[in-house]
T-cell receptor, first 118, second 111 residues
């Protein structure tokens, strides 16, 4: 499977614990995005990488959230001291760099990690 | 906060009917895209329309864009039960790389 993969698919944790999610983008994609989605809502932008550089962060990304993409390939999203309000689906998406043709401007999404904070 | 707003929030139709969903946005855009999401899954890209285009077709999909009204519509013709999903519009700002999604329209196609 050469699509975007996310791990784990589901995570249940207790309030106050730390959690880490992983995203493996499509191999030739240098752009990687993290979104958060709650039930009945659209995805909300969290952060975006181009290669290993984190170029944009949403105000939604509090200091408890950190994302990395150390070698410009896979990415991790860590949430420290989880709160019940963090319960959501965390979606990762990747895309080609600009100027590479018509496919470069669309996002390819993974299936997401569903986080439940008890 | 999300830039786009889809209308209606939910739509229920019979198989074979057409489904129309609308999207409004607030800022100048580079392009607008529509995505589909089945329950509990990631989003799948359907179609992209650039800011200098007014209409685009792809199979049973027809998208229109009115930049003066900052709105777009997605028409699905001859709907099928398998079209049941949530549909989201996403805008790419004129200056920026962040895709901004609306809250979506939940479409139910009844057999």
């Amino acid at each position: 499977d050469t699509g975007v993969s996310q791990d784990p698919r589901h995570k249940i944790t207790k309030r106050g614990q730390n959690v880490t999610f992983r995203c493996d983008p499509i191999s030739e994609h240098n752009r990687l995005y993290w979104y958060r989605q709650t039930l009945g809502q659209g995805p909300e932008f969290l952060t975006y990488f181009q290669n290993e550089a984190q170029l944009e962060k949403s105000r939604l990304l509090s200091d408890r959230f950190s994302a990395e993409r150390p070698k410009g390939s896979f990415s991790t999203l860590e949430i420290q001291r989880t709160e019940q309000g963090d319960s959501a689906m965390y979606l990762c998406a990747s895309s080609l760099p600009p100027g590479t043709g018509g496919e470069n401007e669309k996002l390819f999404f993974g299936s997401g990690t569903q986080l439940s904070v008890l | 906060s999300q830039q786009g707003e889809e209308d209606p929030q939910a739509l229920s139709i019979q198989e074979g009917e057409n489904a129309t969903m609308n999207c409004s946005y607030k800022t100048s855009i580079n392009n607008l895209q529509w995505y589909r999401q089945n329950s509990g899954r990631g989003l799948v890209h359907l179609i992209l329309i650039r800011s200098n285009e007014r209409e685009k077709h792809s199979g049973r999909l027809r998208v229109t864009l009115d930049t003066s009204k900052k709105s777009s519509s997605l028409l699905i013709t001859a709907s099928r039960a398998a079209d049941t999903a949530s549909y989201f519009c996403a805008t790419v700002p004129l200056y920026g790389q962040n895709f901004v999604f609306g809250p979506g329209t939940r479409l139910s196609v009844l057999p």
